[in-house]
């Protein structure tokens, strides 16, 4: 299918696992990004990456890491789950020509 | 630094009235602007956008936004809201580097 999906929609792990979100979209768009969604904070940019194997931290990077071996994937991964970890992530590509994100349906992450 | 401003965590409209949801932005350059909306349980939707020219720009769904400089606003309008109007907006701005900077968005009811 064509567009931004994520995988899975919703997780629930316990504190200290890891656990690895994943993002793949089909445009082939160089930038992507990855943001978490918490009430009264709006989006907050935690990683993003402007092409294969080039990434950089936003805002609110402590605890999450983040590779781009390819063009069509960007997976998110936090090393050892904490509480306040528990959130909603959405990844988003950037399309080159309109300068549009376009965001993935999100991921409902519970961290017990 | 880049920041955005909505100052109305909620709103509530009748069906059929106008609406107006605002927005402030901090940038030092010439701003990219976007308003998104999102539905309970799905991601965000862009609505429309503002790179330069015309200040007043018209989105999707009969929404319309007017950049004013002078005052660092990008608010958002329509002149009848309808009941499928009800989620959550948001506005952005793109900075530099490709990042985008979000408020802490604006809930909508709409009450018939």
């Given at each position: 299918d064509a567009g931004i999906t994520q995988s899975p929609r919703y997780k629930i792990t316990e504190t200290g696992r890891q656990v690895t979100l994943m993002c793949h979209q089909t445009?082939?768009?160089s930038y992507m990004f990855w943001y978490r969604q918490d009430l009264g904070h709006g989006l907050r940019l935690i990683y993003y990456s402007a092409a294969a194997d080039i990434t950089d931290k936003g805002e609110v990077p402590d605890g999450y890491v983040v590779s781009r071996s390819k063009t069509e994937n960007f997976p998110l991964t936090l090393e050892s789950a904490t509480r306040s970890q528990t959130s909603v992530y959405f990844c988003a590509s950037l399309g080159?020509?309109?300068y549009e994100q376009y965001f993935g349906p999100g991921t409902r992450l519970t961290v017990t | 630094a880049q920041s955005v401003t909505q100052p109305d965590i909620h709103i509530t409209v009748s069906e059929g009235a106008s609406l107006e949801l605002r927005c402030n932005y901090s940038y030092g350059a010439t701003p990219y602007l976007f308003w998104y909306v999102q539905s309970p349980g799905q991601g965000l939707q862009l609505l429309l956008k503002y790179f330069?020219?015309?200040?007043l720009v018209q989105g999707i769904k009969g929404f319309e936004a007017e950049f004013k400089r002078s005052q660092s606003s990008f608010n958002l309008r329509k002149p009848s809201v309808h009941w499928s109007d009800a989620a959550e907006y948001f506005c952005a701005v793109g900075g530099t580097g490709n990042q985008f900077y979000f408020g802490t968005g604006t809930s909508l009811t709409v009450i018939p």
């Open positions: 445009w082939s768009h080159s020509s309109s | 330069s020219g015309d200040t």
